[in-house]
């Protein structure tokens, strides 16, 4: 279909275009060579970005004191590395000094759409959080709850009630009799 090209005296050949399902031949197959298969298409929210009154405690608690909503969100995202007390201070630090908690709280939720192949919806993740905020921290808050997490617990005890963290049995090192001449 495509003319091969010749670049001084070296031959270079054309790609061909290809359709359909991608054949490897045996020797790659036996080889150990793997494909990689597209990730999954991004998956729906289980609720909609204004359906903050579905939980009302939560909703009431958003609109007044965001930090704590944030604070708790923080921690489950984080895997249990920030802690919800220290994710809400910084968080209420940002809105004191500069006003832009905004611009903090969507790298949390661009976090949460990546760790759970979300689509990116109604608009960009930095427009969601800068026009509605607490509808936005509502809908997070929401997402992980449905996904089985007690948001008021936090995320160690979260992963103790499903007992996926074994705590390491640490041991002090024997020590033999004091100093002896």
């Known amino acids: 279909m ?3 090209s010749k670049v001084e005296g070296t ?6 275009p290809t359709a359909g399902v991608p054949v490897y031949p045996p020797s790659l197959q036996a080889s150990g060579f793997r494909v990689q298969s597209q990730p999954p298409p991004p998956a ?4 909609g970005l ?13 609109c007044f004191c965001p930090c704590i909503t944030f604070g708790q969100i ?7 590395s920030t802690s919800c007390g220290a994710s809400g201070a ?5 809105l004191c000094l500069t006003g832009c908690q905004c611009i903090y709280s969507c790298f949390y939720r661009s976090k949460m759409r990546a760790q759970y192949s979300l ?13 509605c905020e607490a509808c936005a921290l509502c809908q997070e808050y929401r997402e992980l709850k449905r996904r089985g997490f007690d948001m008021n617990i936090g995320w160690h005890a979260n992963m103790e009630r499903q007992g996926t963290i074994i705590a390491p049995v640490t041991t002090p090192p024997m020590v033999e009799g004091g100093m002896t001449r």
């Open 2 to 4: 495509y003319p091969d």
């Open 11 to 16: 031959y270079i050949p054309q790609p061909q």
């Open 44 to 47: 729906q929210w289980s609720t």
């Open 50 to 62: 204004c359906d903050c009154f579905d939980d009302t405690g939560n909703c009431c608690i958003t």
């Open 74 to 80: 923080a921690e489950i995202i984080d895997k249990g």
């Open 90 to 94: 910084l968080y209420t630090l940002i």
């Open 119 to 131: 689509h990116e919806s109604p608009c960009n993740d930095c427009l969601v959080h800068c026009c």
